[in-house]
């Protein structure tokens, strides 16, 4: 089974600035993606960026990044020119591939995000 | 394209009752999955359909089923409910031609339970 952990309940950041999310995750699988989510308070999950582990590259998404570390299991998400529009509850996913597999999504606990003005 | 639809937005219920829920997916969407979002729980997977079969299930008590019509549309339906059954039901909706795709949510459906 998977697990995939945010340490970090709240954060907040000043508008215009950057922060950085934390996620790690444990899995005996080698091929997964993963995902961030974001859930502002319409309480509408919306997809913020994927990352397919068999890239090395790390994905980016206008403002949004991540740094996709496999060998340690972690996947951060960096917000970069932090908007107030980026509030909200943030949350990491895992999903495996392959094989029969399905769609299932695996979610972290969340980090609530709070950009000040 | 219209998104992920789910009726009732909201649901009051009592112990005991049973519910459906509906979620309408994506047009070309043949994979529904079902998410509980509770504060103490958190997000957990409850099903996932494709082509009108059960593709995966998560670890809930047999009270919670589901199905899915031959138009891709889903319901989700609990019986006997409990207070601990208050949450948000999220449906999330794919093409699920290739497994492990993206998947797109719906506003979701709040249940409270008295």
């Known amino acids: 089974a998977q697990t995939v952990t945010q340490s970090q309940p709240e954060m907040s950041v000043q508008e215009a600035e950057t922060v950085t999310l934390s996620c790690t995750y444990d899995t005996s699988e080698n091929n997964y993606y993963l995902f961030w989510y974001k859930q502002p308070p319409s309480r509408q999950m919306i997809l913020v960026i994927r990352?397919?582990?068999?890239?090395?590259q790390n994905a980016t998404e206008n403002r949004f990044s991540v740094n996709f570390q496999k060998a340690a299991k972690s996947f951060s998400l960096k917000i970069s020119d932090s908007q107030l529009g980026d509030t909200a509850m943030y949350f990491c996913a895992f999903m495996k591939h392959g094989g029969n597999a399905g769609n299932m999504l695996t979610f972290g606990g969340g980090t609530r995000l709070m950009v000040k003005p | 394209k219209a998104g992920v639809t789910q009726t009732p937005r909201y649901l009051i219920k009592t112990r005991g009752q049973q519910v459906t829920l509906s979620c309408s997916p994506i047009s070309g969407h043949r994979s529904v999955s079902w998410y509980q979002q509770t504060p103490g729980q958190g997000l957990q997977f409850l099903f996932e359909y494709f082509s009108e079969t059960q593709r995966n299930k998560g670890n809930f008590p047999g009270r919670f089923s589901g199905r899915q019509f031959s138009n891709s549309r889903s319901e989700m339906n609990v019986s006997t409910l409990e207070l601990g059954d208050s949450a948000l039901y999220l449906c999330?909706?794919?093409?699920?031609?290739?497994?492990?795709?993206?998947?797109?949510f719906g506003p979701g459906t709040r249940l409270l339970v008295l």
């Open positions: 999330a909706s794919s093409f699920g031609k290739q497994t492990q795709e993206t998947q797109y």
């Open positions: 990352q397919e582990a068999y890239k090395q």
